[in-house]
C-alpha cells in the first residue's frame, strides 16, 4: 500500500510530522532557558542523530495491549467485505444459493450463445452444444472391420 498518492499527495495513513527546531525552541521557551539560533540549530541536530523513539513505542504497545484486553472481541473491528454470512436459521438457503449458482455454471458449460441477426436487430440466444457420440469398437467388431476391408489375396 502506498503511503500517499502521488498525483494528488492526499495521504491515506495517519503520519507525523516533527520540525526538531521548532520543537527544540518551544520546549527552551516552556523550561524558561534562553538560547541563541546556533544554539537551538545544535540541539536539534544533536537530537536528530541520537533521539529515540523508546517513549512512543511503549505508549504505542500499551495501547494496543489496552485495546485488546478492554475489547473482548477484536475481530469484529474488521470488515469482512464480500463474504456471505447467513443469519442464524437461514444455513439452508445459503446452500439453496450455492447450488443454483453451480447447476448455472453447469448450464453454461452445456450451451454456446449464437447471435441472431436481422436488419433491425441482433440477440444472443443459448444454443446447446452438440455432443460428439464416442463410438466404442470392442476387438471383435475391429478385426471384423479390418478383415472386410482387407484385401484377400
Not at 502506498?2 to 510530522?17: K, L, S, W
Not at 525552541?25 to 537551538?40: D, I
Amino acid at each position: 500500500m502506498e503511503p500517499y498518492n502521488n498525483d494528488t499527495g492526499v495521504h491515506n495513513r495517519v503520519q507525523i510530522t516533527i520540525d526538531l527546531n521548532e520543537l527544540v525552541w518551544a520546549r527552551g521557551e516552556h523550561l524558561k532557558c534562553e538560547m541563541s539560533v546556533n544554539q537551538n540549530e545544535f540541539l536539534a541536530e544533536t537530537l536528530r542523530r541520537t533521539l529515540t523513539w523508546d517513549t512512543m513505542y511503549s505508549m504505542i504497545d500499551q495501547a494496543i495491549l489496552e485495546f485488546f484486553d478492554n475489547h473482548e472481541h477484536p475481530e469484529i473491528w474488521d470488515p469482512h467485505y464480500g463474504e456471505i454470512q447467513p443469519e442464524p436459521g437461514r444455513e439452508k438457503e445459503l446452500q439453496n444459493m450455492e447450488k443454483a449458482a453451480k447447476e448455472r455454471e453447469k448450464a453454461r458449460n452445456e450451451f454456446e450463445m449464437v447471435d441472431l441477426v436481422s436488419s433491425a436487430w441482433t440477440i444472443q440466444v443459448p444454443v446447446r452444444k452438440k455432443k460428439e457420440k464416442k463410438v466404442e469398437v470392442s476387438a471383435d467388431t475391429y478385426k471384423a472391420q479390418e478383415h472386410r476391408y482387407s484385401d484377400p489375396q
